[in-house]
């Protein structure tokens, strides 16, 4: 997993990962790697009411040099058609708004920035992420709804390296959105009924990635036990079905549909005010239709984050999952994917405060059984980071953030090594 700690600059993660339990199976598409959340319905009562009104509006200014911002090896430098190293300006504006209503809810978070390449100027693209939500209570049942919207330039280490002479394979803006609603019925203690829907739409303004271009419809419920004595236990299913739309078996091969069903069980609790965990257990089902097929999957799915208070300096934040995800960047049917990934968190003294955090990341990809191109079969990703940040007073802060990236794969075309640095200034406007 590449991780980039270089100034707060993560994309927001999209849709109700938390309440939905689809984070666990990797079917929300995300814009990225960390990710806000928008409130999930499960604890818009009593907590929403309750939650703090808030308006934070802030300008930054992000500056990264990477060794390696080609994401490939020296082999394949030529088939990406951009320098190997670049520094980049990325300017933006975020925004993270918190409304009460009564018992109902309205919420935006999101980034607004645009990338500026001194070598590259190919890949200067804007980069956007947005999340707005809303939710009420009425009587015993409620209802919350998540819209997203991310537009941004691929991740280069998530595109295939065509040959030479095709259109820049490096180029490519890469566009999600999704629509997501929850609703449940019951008491605020004891048992809960639960119903999940949702719809997801991806693409890529390359045309020869259009084969990974789709949408998707998600539907499914279950029940929820709510007791502040043990927790929050939620069991359910969910079937997602994935239409590759631009598949055609002429110009674009591969399965045109996949469909997953996926049954979950899974439980969050704070122990006090140090120790938080959250677990989901899931079996998964994923089958591709038509185009010849590729590999079912049928296995165990896990998504385990746990949250320690060590002191009131040091806090620890652990997070391990195996995911089926689809993939914007490879004609894939899906990737099997492991993360484990450990952060540490040291507030020096009340303006100063030093993260440092790993990853650990195996992927498998699974192809239909007509794809042509298989570029990659599987990519391990290695990456550690820190980033130390500067409060100068209230309204005016920066970090110092480094990386390294190691990646090993079946393919020498993508492995390679990265090292980045960079400065973020940031002040708020409100």
Same mark, same amino acid.
């Given at each position: &997993?590449?991780?980039?700690?270089?100034?707060? &600059?993560? &994309?927001?993660?999209?849709?109700?990962?938390?309440?939905?339990?689809?984070?666990?199976?990797?079917?929300?598409?995300?814009?990225?790697?960390?990710?806000?959340?928008?409130?999930?319905?499960?604890?818009?009562?009593?907590?929403?009411?309750?939650?703090?009104? %808030?308006?934070?509006?802030?300008?930054?200014?992000?500056?990264?040099?990477?060794?390696? /911002?080609?994401?490939?090896?020296?082999?394949?430098?030529?088939? %990406?058609?951009?320098?190997?190293?670049?520094?980049? !300006?990325?300017?933006?504006?975020?925004?993270?708004?918190?409304?009460?209503?009564?018992?109902?809810?309205?919420?935006?978070?999101?980034?607004?920035?645009?990338?500026?390449?001194?070598?590259?100027?190919?890949?200067?693209?804007?980069? /956007?992420?947005?999340?707005?939500?809303?939710?009420?209570?009425?009587?015993?049942?409620?209802?919350?709804?998540?819209?997203?919207?991310?537009?941004?330039?691929?991740?280069?280490?998530?595109?295939?390296?065509?040959?030479? #002479?095709?259109? +820049?394979?490096?180029?490519?803006?890469?566009?999600?959105?999704? !629509?997501?609603?929850?609703?449940?019925?019951?008491?605020?203690?004891?048992?809960?009924?639960? !119903? /999940?829907?949702?719809?997801?739409?991806?693409? +890529?303004?390359?045309?020869?990635?259009?084969?990974?271009?789709?949408?998707?419809?998600? =539907?499914?419920?279950?029940?929820?036990?709510?007791?502040?004595?043990?927790? %929050?236990?939620?069991? =359910? #299913?969910?079937?997602?079905?994935?239409?590759?739309?631009?598949?055609?078996?002429?110009?674009?091969?591969?399965?045109?549909?996949?469909?997953?069903?996926?049954?979950?069980?899974?439980?969050?609790?704070?122990? #006090?005010?140090?120790?938080?965990?959250?677990?989901?257990?899931?079996?998964?089902?994923?089958?591709?239709?038509?185009?010849?097929?590729?590999?079912?999957? +049928?296995?165990?799915?896990?998504?385990?984050?746990?949250?320690?208070?060590?002191? $009131?300096?040091?806090?620890?934040?652990?997070?391990?999952?195996?995911?089926?995800?689809?993939?914007?960047?490879?004609?894939?049917? =899906?990737?099997?994917?492991?993360?484990?990934?450990?952060?540490?968190?040291?507030?020096?003294? $009340?303006?100063?405060?030093?993260?440092?955090?790993?990853?650990?990341?195996?992927?498998?990809?699974? =192809?239909?059984?007509?794809?042509?191109?298989?570029? /990659?079969?599987?990519?391990?990703?290695?990456?550690?980071?820190?980033?130390?940040?500067?409060?100068?007073?209230?309204?005016?802060?920066?970090?110092?953030?480094?990386?390294?990236?190691?990646?090993?794969?079946?393919?020498?075309?993508?492995?390679?090594? $990265?090292?980045?640095?960079?400065?973020?200034? $940031?002040?708020?406007?409100?």
């Amino acid at each position: &997993m590449d991780v980039r700690v270089w100034g707060g &600059m993560s &994309m927001i993660r999209q849709g109700f990962c938390e309440l939905s339990g689809l984070a666990v199976v990797g079917l929300l598409f995300s814009a990225g790697t960390a990710g806000a959340q928008v409130t999930p319905l499960a604890n818009v009562a009593p907590s929403a009411a309750t939650a703090e009104r %808030r308006t934070t509006v802030t300008a930054s200014v992000t500056t990264l040099y990477d060794t390696n /911002i080609a994401q490939a090896s020296d082999i394949a430098l030529a088939r %990406r058609g951009i320098e190997k190293s670049d520094f980049r !300006v990325t300017p933006a504006v975020s925004a993270d708004v918190y409304r009460t209503i009564g018992s109902s809810f309205v919420s935006f978070e999101g980034m607004a920035g645009y990338d500026f390449n001194a070598r590259n100027s190919q890949l200067n693209r804007e980069r /956007i992420d947005l999340t707005a939500g809303a939710g009420a209570q009425l009587g015993f049942c409620g209802a919350a709804l998540s819209a997203s919207y991310s537009r941004r330039q691929s991740d280069l280490g998530d595109l295939n390296i065509l040959a030479p #002479g095709a259109d +820049n394979p490096s180029r490519n803006t890469e566009t999600t959105a999704s !629509v997501n609603g929850t609703a449940t019925c019951g008491a605020a203690v004891g048992f809960r009924a639960l !119903v /999940i829907g949702g719809y997801s739409d991806a693409r +890529n303004s390359a045309v020869q990635r259009a084969a990974s271009n789709n949408n998707a419809v998600t =539907y499914g419920g279950g029940v929820e036990y709510v007791q502040p004595a043990i927790g %929050r236990v939620r069991l =359910y #299913g969910v079937e997602r079905r994935i239409n590759f739309f631009d598949r055609d078996g002429v110009t674009f091969l591969g399965a045109p549909e996949v469909r997953s069903r996926v049954g979950t069980l899974s439980f969050s609790r704070d122990i #006090g005010a140090r120790l938080s965990t959250s677990i989901a257990l899931s079996y998964a089902d994923v089958r591709s239709r038509g185009g010849g097929g590729s590999q079912s999957f +049928n296995g165990v799915l896990w998504d385990v984050a746990a949250g320690l208070r060590a002191s $009131s300096r040091l806090r620890f934040d652990l997070g391990l999952s195996r995911s089926v995800d689809p993939s914007q960047g490879f004609n894939v049917d =899906y990737v099997e994917a492991q993360n484990y990934n450990l952060k540490t968190t040291y507030v020096v003294n $009340s303006r100063a405060s030093l993260v440092v955090d790993a990853a650990h990341r195996v992927q498998n990809y699974r =192809y239909s059984a007509t794809a042509a191109l298989r570029q /990659i079969q599987d990519r391990t990703s290695n990456a550690v980071g820190a980033s130390l940040k500067f409060a100068a007073s209230d309204r005016f802060s920066f970090s110092f953030d480094v990386g390294y990236t190691k990646v090993d794969s079946d393919n020498p075309l993508f492995e390679y090594d $990265s090292l980045r640095g960079g400065i973020t200034l $940031s002040a708020s406007l409100r």
